[in-house]
Protein backbone atom coordinates (compact mmCIF):
# COMPACT_ATOMS: atom_id res chain seq x y z
CA UNK A 1 0.00 0.00 0.00
CA UNK A 2 1.22 3.56 -1.15
CA UNK A 3 2.41 4.89 -4.28
CA UNK A 4 5.79 4.77 -2.75
CA UNK A 5 5.99 1.52 -1.43
CA UNK A 6 4.59 0.31 -4.55
CA UNK A 7 7.24 1.97 -7.16
CA UNK A 8 9.78 0.08 -5.49
CA UNK A 9 8.38 -3.25 -5.64
CA UNK A 10 6.56 -3.70 -2.64
CA UNK A 11 9.15 -4.31 -0.82
CA UNK A 12 8.81 -2.84 2.38
CA UNK A 13 8.98 -4.83 5.25
CA UNK A 14 12.37 -3.53 6.30
CA UNK A 15 11.72 0.12 4.90
CA UNK A 16 12.07 2.34 7.88
CA UNK A 17 9.52 5.38 8.71
CA UNK A 18 7.14 4.15 6.12
CA UNK A 19 3.92 5.73 6.48
CA UNK A 20 1.92 2.97 5.25
CA UNK A 21 3.77 0.79 7.62
CA UNK A 22 0.47 -0.62 9.07
CA UNK A 23 -0.62 -2.08 5.91
CA UNK A 24 3.32 -3.68 5.67
CA UNK A 25 5.24 -4.11 8.74
CA UNK A 26 3.86 -2.12 11.94
CA UNK A 27 7.98 -2.06 13.70
CA UNK A 28 8.15 0.39 10.96
CA UNK A 29 5.32 2.97 11.67
CA UNK A 30 6.69 6.41 11.22
CA UNK A 31 7.71 7.74 14.79
CA UNK A 32 9.50 11.01 13.98
CA UNK A 33 6.41 13.63 13.48
CA UNK A 34 2.23 13.00 12.75
CA UNK A 35 1.39 12.79 9.62
CA UNK A 36 -1.72 11.30 8.03
CA UNK A 37 -1.47 9.97 3.95
CA UNK A 38 -3.55 9.57 1.71
CA UNK A 39 -3.32 6.87 -1.55
CA UNK A 40 -5.55 5.67 -4.75
CA UNK A 41 -4.56 3.24 -7.70
CA UNK A 42 -6.68 2.18 -10.37
CA UNK A 43 -5.68 -1.13 -11.15
CA UNK A 44 -5.19 -2.40 -15.01
CA UNK A 45 -7.08 0.80 -15.61
CA UNK A 46 -10.62 -0.41 -14.44
CA UNK A 47 -13.11 2.10 -12.44
CA UNK A 48 -14.41 -1.14 -10.32
CA UNK A 49 -10.91 -1.95 -9.67
CA UNK A 50 -10.06 0.87 -7.81
CA UNK A 51 -7.64 1.10 -4.31
CA UNK A 52 -8.65 3.73 -2.31
CA UNK A 53 -6.53 3.98 1.05
CA UNK A 54 -5.78 6.31 4.16
CA UNK A 55 -3.24 6.06 7.17
CA UNK A 56 -1.85 8.16 10.53
CA UNK A 57 0.64 8.01 12.86
CA UNK A 58 0.76 9.79 16.17
CA UNK A 59 4.01 9.52 18.21
CA UNK A 60 3.28 9.54 22.10
CA UNK A 61 5.63 8.96 25.06
CA UNK A 62 4.76 5.47 25.08
CA UNK A 63 5.09 4.40 21.83
CA UNK A 64 3.35 5.53 18.07
CA UNK A 65 -0.07 4.90 17.36
CA UNK A 66 -1.20 4.49 14.40
CA UNK A 67 -4.64 3.68 11.91
CA UNK A 68 -5.38 2.64 8.61
CA UNK A 69 -8.60 2.40 6.38
CA UNK A 70 -8.71 0.90 2.46
CA UNK A 71 -11.31 0.00 -0.01
CA UNK A 72 -11.18 -2.16 -3.32
CA UNK A 73 -13.66 -2.82 -5.47
CA UNK A 74 -17.02 -1.40 -7.07
CA UNK A 75 -20.95 -2.04 -6.08
CA UNK A 76 -20.39 -6.04 -6.96
CA UNK A 77 -17.53 -6.44 -4.91
CA UNK A 78 -16.02 -4.54 -2.76
CA UNK A 79 -13.46 -5.33 0.37
CA UNK A 80 -13.26 -2.77 3.19
CA UNK A 81 -10.19 -3.11 5.76
CA UNK A 82 -9.70 -0.99 9.39
CA UNK A 83 -6.31 -1.02 10.83
CA UNK A 84 -5.24 0.50 14.24
CA UNK A 85 -1.74 -0.32 15.19
CA UNK A 86 0.87 0.59 17.78
CA UNK A 87 4.75 0.59 17.54
CA UNK A 88 7.70 0.99 19.62
CA UNK A 89 11.35 0.64 20.12
CA UNK A 90 14.13 -0.52 22.63
CA UNK A 91 17.97 0.03 21.13
CA UNK A 92 17.59 -0.78 17.55
CA UNK A 93 15.05 -3.23 17.43
CA UNK A 94 11.56 -2.12 16.80
CA UNK A 95 8.67 -3.77 16.95
CA UNK A 96 4.86 -3.47 16.45
CA UNK A 97 1.29 -5.21 16.37
CA UNK A 98 -1.76 -4.29 14.38
CA UNK A 99 -5.32 -5.30 14.64
CA UNK A 100 -7.81 -5.48 11.65
CA UNK A 101 -11.20 -5.50 10.91
CA UNK A 102 -11.56 -7.13 7.43
CA UNK A 103 -14.96 -7.00 5.59
CA UNK A 104 -16.18 -8.38 1.88
CA UNK A 105 -19.15 -8.07 0.40
CA UNK A 106 -20.44 -9.50 -2.42
CA UNK A 107 -23.36 -9.74 -4.83
CA UNK A 108 -26.15 -12.68 -3.84
CA UNK A 109 -26.07 -15.47 -3.48
CA UNK A 110 -22.87 -14.98 -1.53
CA UNK A 111 -23.52 -11.86 0.76
CA UNK A 112 -20.78 -10.26 2.97
CA UNK A 113 -18.76 -11.18 5.68
CA UNK A 114 -15.79 -9.97 8.55
CA UNK A 115 -12.81 -11.56 10.09
CA UNK A 116 -10.60 -9.82 12.87
CA UNK A 117 -7.11 -10.72 12.25
CA UNK A 118 -3.57 -9.48 13.90
CA UNK A 119 -0.32 -9.15 12.42
CA UNK A 120 2.91 -8.56 14.20
CA UNK A 121 6.66 -7.07 12.86
CA UNK A 122 10.29 -6.79 14.15
CA UNK A 123 13.06 -4.92 12.57
CA UNK A 124 16.59 -4.10 13.95
CA UNK A 125 19.34 -2.33 12.48
CA UNK A 126 22.62 -4.53 11.67
CA UNK A 127 24.86 -1.89 11.16
CA UNK A 128 25.14 1.60 9.82
CA UNK A 129 22.40 1.57 7.16
CA UNK A 130 21.99 -1.76 6.97
CA UNK A 131 17.96 -2.92 8.72
CA UNK A 132 16.73 -6.43 8.91
CA UNK A 133 12.74 -6.57 9.02
CA UNK A 134 10.36 -9.33 9.62
CA UNK A 135 6.58 -9.48 9.89
CA UNK A 136 3.76 -12.31 10.12
CA UNK A 137 -0.18 -11.39 9.09
CA UNK A 138 -3.30 -12.87 10.33
CA UNK A 139 -1.22 -14.82 13.19
CA UNK A 140 -4.56 -15.84 14.72
CA UNK A 141 -6.22 -17.71 11.09
CA UNK A 142 -8.95 -15.81 10.73
CA UNK A 143 -11.38 -16.42 8.10
CA UNK A 144 -15.16 -14.92 6.37
CA UNK A 145 -18.19 -16.50 7.34
CA UNK A 146 -19.69 -16.34 4.13
CA UNK A 147 -23.51 -17.44 3.33
CA UNK A 148 -22.37 -19.67 0.76
CA UNK A 149 -18.88 -20.24 2.05
CA UNK A 150 -15.82 -19.57 4.57
CA UNK A 151 -12.84 -18.11 3.48
CA UNK A 152 -9.75 -17.53 4.88
CA UNK A 153 -8.24 -14.32 4.70
CA UNK A 154 -4.40 -14.28 3.66
CA UNK A 155 -1.54 -15.47 5.83
CA UNK A 156 1.78 -14.78 5.02
CA UNK A 157 5.24 -14.62 6.47
CA UNK A 158 8.03 -11.89 5.11
CA UNK A 159 11.56 -11.02 5.54
CA UNK A 160 13.31 -7.98 4.18
CA UNK A 161 16.35 -6.11 3.98
CA UNK A 162 17.05 -2.29 3.27
CA UNK A 163 19.86 -0.47 2.80
CA UNK A 164 20.88 3.45 3.06
CA UNK A 165 23.17 4.65 1.07
CA UNK A 166 24.11 8.41 2.76
CA UNK A 167 20.60 9.34 1.77
CA UNK A 168 21.20 9.11 -1.56
CA UNK A 169 20.50 5.74 -2.48
CA UNK A 170 17.97 3.19 -0.57
CA UNK A 171 18.02 -0.61 -1.90
CA UNK A 172 15.50 -2.57 -0.80
CA UNK A 173 14.69 -6.65 -1.14
CA UNK A 174 12.32 -8.64 0.01
CA UNK A 175 11.10 -12.82 0.36
CA UNK A 176 7.27 -12.85 1.23
CA UNK A 177 5.48 -16.91 1.59
CA UNK A 178 2.02 -16.67 1.63
CA UNK A 179 0.54 -20.01 3.01
CA UNK A 180 -1.37 -20.66 -0.11
CA UNK A 181 1.31 -19.46 -2.82
CA UNK A 182 4.77 -20.00 -3.83
CA UNK A 183 7.64 -18.00 -2.43
CA UNK A 184 7.80 -14.47 -4.18
CA UNK A 185 10.45 -12.21 -4.49
CA UNK A 186 10.93 -8.39 -4.31
CA UNK A 187 13.31 -5.72 -4.94
CA UNK A 188 13.24 -1.87 -5.07
CA UNK A 189 15.66 0.99 -5.69
CA UNK A 190 15.27 4.86 -4.60
CA UNK A 191 18.09 7.70 -5.61
CA UNK A 192 18.22 10.89 -5.52
CA UNK A 193 17.45 12.81 -8.46
CA UNK A 194 17.78 16.35 -7.42
CA UNK A 195 17.19 17.82 -4.14
CA UNK A 196 13.69 16.71 -2.81
CA UNK A 197 13.12 14.95 -5.89
CA UNK A 198 13.25 10.86 -5.45
CA UNK A 199 12.83 8.20 -8.61
CA UNK A 200 12.39 4.58 -7.94
CA UNK A 201 11.71 1.42 -9.61
CA UNK A 202 11.03 -2.60 -8.87
CA UNK A 203 9.83 -5.49 -9.40
CA UNK A 204 8.10 -8.68 -8.06
CA UNK A 205 7.55 -12.04 -8.82
CA UNK A 206 4.20 -14.46 -8.07
CA UNK A 207 3.10 -12.43 -10.14
CA UNK A 208 5.30 -10.65 -11.97
CA UNK A 209 4.99 -7.10 -12.37
CA UNK A 210 7.40 -3.80 -12.64
CA UNK A 211 7.08 -0.40 -11.43
CA UNK A 212 8.43 3.10 -11.23
CA UNK A 213 7.68 6.13 -9.92
CA UNK A 214 8.73 9.77 -8.35
CA UNK A 215 8.00 11.41 -4.81
CA UNK A 216 8.56 15.07 -4.03
CA UNK A 217 9.19 16.09 -0.55
CA UNK A 218 8.68 19.33 0.88
CA UNK A 219 8.77 20.58 4.74
CA UNK A 220 5.54 19.81 5.72
CA UNK A 221 4.05 17.91 2.75
CA UNK A 222 4.75 14.32 0.10
CA UNK A 223 3.59 13.56 -3.52
CA UNK A 224 4.52 10.77 -5.01
CA UNK A 225 3.40 9.17 -8.21
CA UNK A 226 3.53 5.07 -9.37
CA UNK A 227 2.93 3.09 -12.05
CA UNK A 228 3.04 -0.57 -12.16
CA UNK A 229 2.51 -3.18 -15.08
CA UNK A 230 1.33 -6.94 -14.61
CA UNK A 231 2.83 -9.33 -17.30
CA UNK A 232 -0.65 -10.27 -18.30
CA UNK A 233 -3.52 -7.21 -17.24
CA UNK A 234 -1.19 -4.38 -17.87
CA UNK A 235 -0.51 -0.90 -15.99
CA UNK A 236 -2.25 0.45 -12.74
CA UNK A 237 -1.11 3.98 -12.10
CA UNK A 238 -1.60 5.40 -8.89
CA UNK A 239 -0.53 8.71 -6.34
CA UNK A 240 -0.33 9.52 -3.11
CA UNK A 241 -0.33 12.32 -0.74
CA UNK A 242 1.53 12.76 2.85
CA UNK A 243 1.13 15.78 5.41
CA UNK A 244 3.71 16.12 8.39
CA UNK A 245 2.44 17.95 11.23
Known amino acids: MGADGLAMGQAT ?7 WAIFSNPATITSNKKSVSFFSLRNYGFTELTDIAATGSIPTSIGTAAFGFHRYGGDLFNETRIRFGYANSWNNLKFGAVLNYNHIS ?13 DVGITTMLTRGLWLGAKATNLNQPSYDFAANEESLSRELAIGLSYNLDENALFLFDIVKD ?15 VENLKGRVGVTTEPNTYS ?34
Open 212 to 245: FGVGYEATLWEANLVFQRHETLGFSPGIGLNFFF
Open 13 to 19: TALQDNN
Open 179 to 193: VRFPVAYRGGIEVKV
Open 106 to 118: QASPYGSGGALGM
